[in-house]
């Protein structure tokens, strides 16, 4: 089944897809970084899989978690008692991140390392209306005024490695190539073809 994951670059944002899957990562105008799925997701990124676009995606979010998680020890946000953190940010023993939505809506991101594969996970909020099921379920990282303080640094620089890895496997469209105009040249005119 490993044949099956792909990730591609579409018009500034990053599409994931394996098996039947499938959720984005994107920046907004204002900077903030969106992760969007249409269902609630358990999506699995393999180390061990031949599919190299699988591994080296592996490999970027392995780094997101190693900053996020190295920053949270490294500054004892985890022994601080009156941090302001969500209480589930970092679980250390289950090597979980939780990232509550950054929005209005409590929608959920979850990346969990599991040694051989990372599941990350999107959730919709568990009070949602029964109208809401019709949306995309949307998780915001904000990168200014967020409950994660800086925490949204690290998402900054996984959406930068994110973005130029999808770019450089996607085959070029017509629509990406510039449209550039040929010089007229009087020179031109009297070379003999």
């Known amino acids: 089944m490993d044949n099956n994951y792909e990730i591609k670059y579409n018009y ?11 959720f984005s990562v994107e920046k907004g105008a204002d ?3 969106w992760f969007s799925t249409n269902n609630d997701i358990r999506f ?14 592996y490999f970027i979010f392995e780094n997101l978690m190693k900053l996020i998680i190295g920053r949270y020890i490294l500054h ?3 022994n601080d008692e009156y941090s302001n953190l969500p209480k589930d940010f970092i679980d250390l023993e289950s090597k979980t991140i939780t990232w509550h939505s950054d929005s209005e809506k409590d929608n959920k991101l979850q990346l969990q390392f599991t040694g051989k594969e990372i599941i990350v996970s999107i959730m919709r909020d568990e ?14 990282i904000r990168t200014s005024g967020s409950k994660y303080e800086y925490y949204y640094q690290e998402f900054e620089v996984f959406f930068d490695e994110l973005l130029n890895f ?3 496997i996607t085959p070029a ?12 040249s009087f020179f031109n005119k009297f070379k003999k073809h």
């Open 44 to 57: 699995s990124i393999n180390f061990y899989s031949r599919n190299r676009k699988e591994w080296q995606t």
């Open 127 to 140: 009070n949602a209306s029964k109208l809401d099921y019709f949306n995309p379920i949307k998780v915001r």
């Open 166 to 168: 999808a770019y450089q």
């Open 173 to 184: 469209s017509k629509d990406d190539i510039p449209n550039v105009q040929r010089k007229l």
């Open 12 to 22: 500034g944002n990053v599409i994931i897809e394996k098996n039947d899957e499938t």
């Open 31 to 33: 900077d903030d970084i």
């Open 76 to 78: 004892s946000d985890n």
